[in-house]
Nanobody
Framework: QVQLVESGGGSVQSGGSLRLSCAVS????????MAWFRQAPGKERELVGL???????VYADSVKDRFIISQDNARNTLYLQMNSLKPEDTAMYYC??????????????????WGQGTQVTVSS
């Protein structure tokens, strides 16, 4: 069973940047479909982006061209670089995984493993 630990959240002003990390233990992340989700107060958890173990990435329209998913094989860690942050990006951010190919998986219920989350707050 893989374990996921997020870090890197914080408070930033609109237009700023943050980089979130998802440290993976128990197995190499390359065996998994890795996803970033977020959940704002009173809203449903939504997909931010995912990294497929075939090497491709998918992003939500709301973050496309601003957020980038990358990975570090040596550290077995996935990153979410968030640029040009907006107040509407304020949310708890979660790393999630599914062992195998992403395919059409986009819903939180498609991912059995989750980290504890890291809070991102963007002020105007």
């Amino acid at each position: 069973q893989v374990q996921l630990v997020e870090s890197g959240g914080g408070s930033v002003q609109s237009g700023g940047s943050l980089r979130l990390s998802c440290a993976v233990s128990g197995e190499t992340y390359r065996a998994y479909c890795m996803a970033w989700f977020r959940q704002a107060p009173g809203k449903e958890r939504e997909l931010v982006g995912l990294w497929d173990n075939l090497g491709s990435t998918v992003y939500a329209d709301s973050v496309k061209d601003r957020f980038i998913i990358s990975q570090d094989n040596a550290r077995n860690t996935l990153y979410l670089q968030m640029n040009s942050l907006k107040p509407e990006d304020t949310a708890m951010y979660y790393c999630a995984s599914y062992r195998g190919w992403c395919g059409g998986r986009r819903s939180p219920s498609d991912f059995p493993s989750w980290g504890q989350g890291t809070q991102v707050t963007v002020s105007s």
